[in-house]
């Protein structure tokens, strides 16, 4: 008799102990579908895949390495569950262990699995992918000259990871454009900071958050503070801006949320196993003690994104402006292996503290902003004062206040929803000091 060894020795000791189950409790079809419901174990099923698995090693054209072919069968029971679930082997576990630290090789974009194809969530701030124009819902076709059809997300992500100073070529279809478009990108060394805060202008803030991390909570606070230095007292509103954040670490969502609430609900999720049932509420006092709030979302806003915009909304602590997000409302939970790698696996579902599911839905803003481009029409403007040669000044005016005054304008054309975004703000500061 022939020696068996490695996994498909494995594999025929399964089956022996498969088909000994079957001959324990009989050789009849009802009594081994009695044995299946009682084990909670599919025995057909299980018999059928070692059979598969049999036939396939013994009898491709070529060999195939055990190894990989498991790997493939683990995957395709992920990855058929849903669009985040799948399997990380160990060079993809460690690389996702570096991301949620903010520092890691790449394009610098968020993506997922849709229909068997690979779309943009989102790029993330100052990477090759935002600067060479990547946007949310393009659907990536292919890489360099590799198509990725039938290609899992892992692999694809493998592929689009290198040393710095490589380029690599994607091909992306976009909705709205009638051929491929091609985007020949170098690769980088993403640090991605993940808050930026300007002054607007006197008194109004502006916080970018593009990722969140394991610190972007305490980043925010910072942000804050630096502002108000910045402006020498209080700020009277805050733009918050989420457009394009991809999301990250659940933690982060809730420590921004705590960063503008006094007490309640945040976000709670619901699962099957023991620890998908969590609760989070507000601990940390409010930062801009009450004062206005807007925040700017679009369909590139996702996961914790949609978290914060959730809890802000349903606790009327702000005003959310922008378009529906894009409805990421699942929790996927690492769960590492002996093997060193892991498995990425949905394991519940996140609600707003209202109720509301995100999943699939999203978050509606209170005001809709079209995505549009303005362009400044040129006129011949009448002269004014202050055109004269030698005018006198206004009492008090200063060049910075103009400056930012010209700033302002200038939103205008560069951002619309900004520019849209910090007149709702200017409404409700003002409306807020006539009560």
Do not use: C
Request: glycine share 10%; charged share 25%; hydrophobic share 40%.
């Amino acid at each position: 008799m022939a020696k068996v060894t490695g996994l498909k020795k494995i594999s025929w000791m399964i089956m022996g102990g498969v088909l000994g189950a079957s001959l324990v409790v009989g050789t009849s079809v009802m009594a081994d579908r009695q044995a299946s419901s009682a084990s909670g174990l599919p025995l057909e099923q299980l018999r059928a895949f070692v059979e598969v698995y049999d036939r396939i090693s013994t009898g491709y054209f070529e060999p195939i390495e055990n190894e990989k072919m498991l790997e493939n069968a683990i995957r395709g029971m992920l990855t058929n569950l849903d669009p985040h679930s799948d399997y990380l082997p160990k060079e993809s576990f460690e690389r996702v262990e570096e991301s949620t630290r903010g520092e890691f090789g790449g394009l610098g974009m968020e993506v997922g699995m849709e229909d068997g194809a690979v779309r943009v969530v989102a790029p993330i701030d100052d990477t090759p992918a935002q600067r060479a124009g990547v946007r949310s819902g393009d659907i990536i076709i292919k890489l360099d000259d590799t198509s990725l059809q039938g290609m899992s997300l892992t692999d694809a992500v493998k592929m689009m990871r290198g040393e710095p100073g490589s380029t690599i070529k994607l091909t992306i279809i976009r909705s709205g454009e009638s051929e491929p478009l091609v985007f020949e990108l170098e690769r980088a060394v993403i640090k991605v900071r993940s808050v930026r805060e300007r002054l607007l202008e006197a008194d109004l803030g502006y916080v970018r958050i593009s990722q969140f991390q394991t610190r972007t909570g305490e980043d925010l606070s910072r942000a804050i503070r630096a502002l108000e230095q910045e402006n020498g007292g209080p700020l009277a509103g805050l733009v918050l801006d989420l457009r394009n954040n991809p999301g990250g670490v659940l933690s982060a969502s809730v420590d921004v949320s705590n960063v503008f609430l006094n007490e309640g609900l945040i976000v709670y999720t619901e699962g099957r196993l023991q620890n998908s049932q969590m609760r989070f509420e507000a601990k940390r006092g409010d930062l801009m003690n009450g004062k206005p709030i807007v925040v700017l979302v679009n369909e590139g806003s996702a996961s914790a994104s949609e978290i914060v915009a959730g809890a802000l909304q349903d606790h009327g602590r702000a005003l959310i402006a922008g378009r529906d997000t894009f409805g990421k409302g699942s929790v996927q939970s690492i769960l590492p292996l002996n093997n060193g790698a892991a498995i990425k696996l949905t394991t519940a579902l996140y609600f707003t503290p209202s109720g509301r599911s995100i999943q699939a839905s999203g978050i509606k803003p209170d005001i809709e902003i079209d995505l549009v481009k303005v362009e400044r029409v040129n006129q011949e403007r009448r002269s004014r004062e202050a055109d004269l040669d030698g005018h006198i000044n206004q009492p008090g005016a200063n060049d910075t206040e103009e400056s930012k005054q010209d700033e302002t304008a200038s939103l205008l054309s560069e951002d619309y929803e900004l520019y849209e975004g910090l007149n709702l703000l200017k409404s409700m500061v003002f409306a807020s000091r006539r009560n």
